[in-house]
């Protein structure tokens, strides 16, 4: 196959311009491993850098898609080989690096991760980059020293896909998850999911005290703003909560008084140069404590053809889960 199907992003005045092509393999970009992607997802950021809302893209024209599993097909690196089955989660796939939205994708073998034993690649789209962003956030505060036993963890954007895999993840885990969500009508989905609360996000969206009332000892947050500062002034003395979006802004309104008065941490949380070995235990930990079914019932699949919209979607707040998308 020398050429496949790919969605290439160019440079628009408003917007990027989409547009599903032939793309010719010899114009893949440098790498020792090339993959047949089976399959990828939408993310957030995926959302962001198919409408434009956030300048994702740095590089034009570009392939977008931050994730992707698939096969081997050729390897000069060491630790792959043709057949192979793996998983690729951002160093910069779909912002500097030609992505995921295509049927081949050329990549460097550090980059990849062997698909889990147990594991099928259509799942690990499932899972994707929210959810082993998801998984990084528990480990943070696990190494933080944080257990079920210390009291909550409130989850923020619960009905996305980090926030999702978060509450199947803590729940299962013996934690009791406040679920923080815009929307009410998804309240017996994450109820399904192992919620034990149901917040309204507005409770935590707007400009709040510096100090407010002890509610939980840990969380996990993707909205960022008044809402992370807010889960800080609310978090329990010697807590920390775990940051790794900003679906509401990349700015943090807050004061130093939860940090010196009651100890507690904000743990920056990056899934995109996570170091090999922290990316390796994360897919490890997916593996084992992630609920297939429960994960089953979180995810919808969709055809390539289907992303541009699914993008639009995912900005809006319209879209609940995981999004899988069919793309070999």
């Not at 290439?8 to 032939?22: C, Q, R, S, W, Y």
């Not at 998984?135 to 020293?145: F, Q």
């Not at 079920?148 to 923020?156: I, L, N, Q």
Request: hydrophobic letters at 45%; a neutral charge.
């Amino acid at each position: 196959m020398s050429t496949f199907k790919a969605l290439v992003a160019t440079k628009g005045e408003i917007g990027p311009n989409l547009a599903f092509t032939d793309f010719d393999e010899a114009d893949l970009m440098e790498g020792d491993v090339t993959v047949r992607v089976t399959h990828s997802t939408v993310n957030y950021k995926d959302g962001l850098a198919l409408t434009g809302k956030a300048p994702v893209v740095r590089r034009w024209p570009m392939i977008p898609g931050i994730d992707f599993s698939g096969r081997v097909e050729a390897s000069d690196h060491p630790d792959f080989k043709p057949g192979d089955l793996v998983i690729l989660n951002g160093w910069g796939t779909g912002e500097t690096h030609l992505g995921a939205y295509a049927q081949k994708s050329r990549v460097k073998g550090d980059w990849l991760v062997p698909l889990p034993a147990g594991m099928n690649p259509g799942e690990a789209m499932a899972i994707g980059t929210a959810g082993y962003t998801a998984m990084l956030c528990i480990l943070a505060l696990e190494k933080h020293g944080l257990k079920p036993a210390d009291g909550p963890v409130v989850v923020t954007g619960a009905a996305g896909g980090v926030g999702s895999v978060a509450i199947a993840l803590l729940a299962k885990a013996g934690w009791h998850v406040i679920a923080s969500t815009g929307r009410a009508e998804e309240a017996d989905y994450l109820k399904g999911l192992g919620a034990a609360e149901i917040i309204d996000r507005n409770e935590l969206a707007a400009a709040g005290r510096p100090l407010g009332k002890e509610r939980w000892i840990a969380g996990v947050d993707a909205v960022g703003s008044h809402t992370l500062a807010n889960l800080l002034a609310m978090t329990k003395y010697g807590g920390a909560i775990a940051a790794c979006g900003l679906a509401q802004g990349m700015d943090l309104p807050a004061s130093v008084a939860p940090f010196i008065l009651r100890g507690v941490a904000l743990l920056g949380v990056d899934s995109v140069m996570c170091p090999k070995p922290r990316r390796l235990e994360a897919w490890a930990r997916l593996a084992t404590d992630l609920d297939r079914e429960k994960l089953a019932t979180i995810t919808t699949s969709i055809p390539l053809e289907s992303v541009i919209e699914t993008g639009k979607a995912i900005v809006e707040g319209k879209v609940r889960g995981r999004v899988v998308v069919e793309v070999g």
